[in-house]
């Protein structure tokens, strides 16, 4: 029983501390935070991670619709070009 009052008890304090400072979060300039940290702290590391991974991914999509474009074939919805150009049959796959 008493595990459990406790438990309430932090549950409120949590609550309360979100209501109290939830509407501020929305106001933090995370670019400046980010750019105050030093070089070797872990959170920029990250962001400099998925910074690389989205530009790659961006440079990878290019490269795959230049490619689709001067062969001719027919990209799908997402802009990507077939990886051999075949059907499913070609791949061993069977026909629907």
Same mark, same amino acid.
């Given at each position: 029983?008493?595990?459990?009052?406790?438990?309430?008890?932090?549950?409120?304090g949590?609550?309360?501390?979100?209501?109290?400072?939830a509407?501020?979060?929305?106001?933090?300039?995370?670019?400046?935070k =980010?750019?105050?940290?030093?070089?070797?702290?872990?959170?920029?590391?990250?962001?400099?991670?998925? %910074?690389?991974?989205?530009?790659n %991914?961006?440079?990878?999509?290019?490269? =795959?619709?230049?490619?689709?474009?001067?062969?001719?074939?027919?990209a799908?919805?997402?802009?990507?070009?077939?990886?051999?150009?075949?059907?499913?049959?070609?791949?061993?796959?069977s026909?629907t």
């Amino acid at each position: 029983m008493r595990r459990w009052l406790i438990f309430a008890a932090v549950l409120c304090g949590i609550g309360f501390l979100m209501k109290r400072f939830a509407p501020q979060a929305g106001k933090i300039d995370w670019e400046k935070k =980010l750019a105050a940290m030093p070089d070797n702290a872990p959170p920029k590391w990250m962001f400099g991670n998925i %910074t690389a991974i989205r530009d790659n %991914t961006d440079r990878i999509l290019d490269l =795959l619709q230049q490619r689709s474009a001067d062969d001719g074939v027919p990209a799908d919805a997402q802009g990507r070009a077939p990886a051999d150009g075949g059907s499913d049959e070609a791949r061993g796959g069977s026909p629907t």
